[in-house]
């Protein structure tokens, strides 16, 4: 079942245009996915954190981060990372082709199955590097077209983005940890 199936019979596909016209702006965000909305889990003090010291570590190392921005990649689709980043300026409104970079935080009520799927489908798209951070945990994985399966990440191991961008999971969550308890 994909991440857009499970619509019932009588219910028919909002066109991207109805979406926009019905969610943009709208909380809790909503993605579109296959004509479906899907509603993204609300953030928590921690989800935020973890999202805010990404951002401010890949810039450190030279990427234009942002959160929440809707990709425009496919007709079909417009999700919502929690964070992307880019070497170059990212596309305004919405990012048409693919970034470097796409980040999913995982919140208690989030299927990592669901989650991995989104991956999948981002790499479908041109991105080169996902990476999926449970916080709750400590730990993390990453997906390139080498490893779509996703490879784990042990709580002392690193996030990478190429050679120059290494990310390591205990400096990540030192910085959280001083911003919110887990």
């Known amino acids: 079942m994909g991440i857009g199936a499970g ?10 245009e109805e979406f926009h016209r019905l969610y943009d702006g709208v909380k809790p965000y ?16 921690l989800h935020s954190a973890v999202q805010l010291v990404l951002i401010l570590l890949l810039r450190r190392c030279g990427w234009n981060a942002l959160p929440e921005v809707t990709l425009h990649l496919v007709p079909d689709a417009a999700p919502i990372p929690d964070v992307v980043a ?10 048409t082709k ?8 995982r919140s208690p009520q989030d299927s990592l199955k669901k989650i991995f799927e989104k991956g999948k489908y981002y790499l479908s798209w041109g991105v080169r590097h996902i990476w999926i951070i449970d916080p709750e945990a400590g730990t993390a994985w990453m997906m390139t077209a080498e490893h779509p399966e ?9 996030l990478i983005a190429d050679e120059d961008t290494v990310l390591g999971l205990p400096e990540l969550f030192a910085e959280v940890d001083k911003m919110v308890s887990r």
């Open 7 to 16: 619509m019932s019979a009588a219910t028919s596909p909002l066109s991207l």
């Open 98 to 105: 693919p970034v470097e970079v796409c980040i999913e935080i």
């Open 30 to 45: 909503h993605e579109y996915w296959f004509g479906e909305a899907i509603p993204k889990s609300v953030a928590t003090s």
């Open 150 to 158: 996703g490879i784990w990440i042990h709580p002392d191991g690193s």
């Open 86 to 95: 880019s070497r170059q300026k990212i596309e305004q409104p919405y990012p």
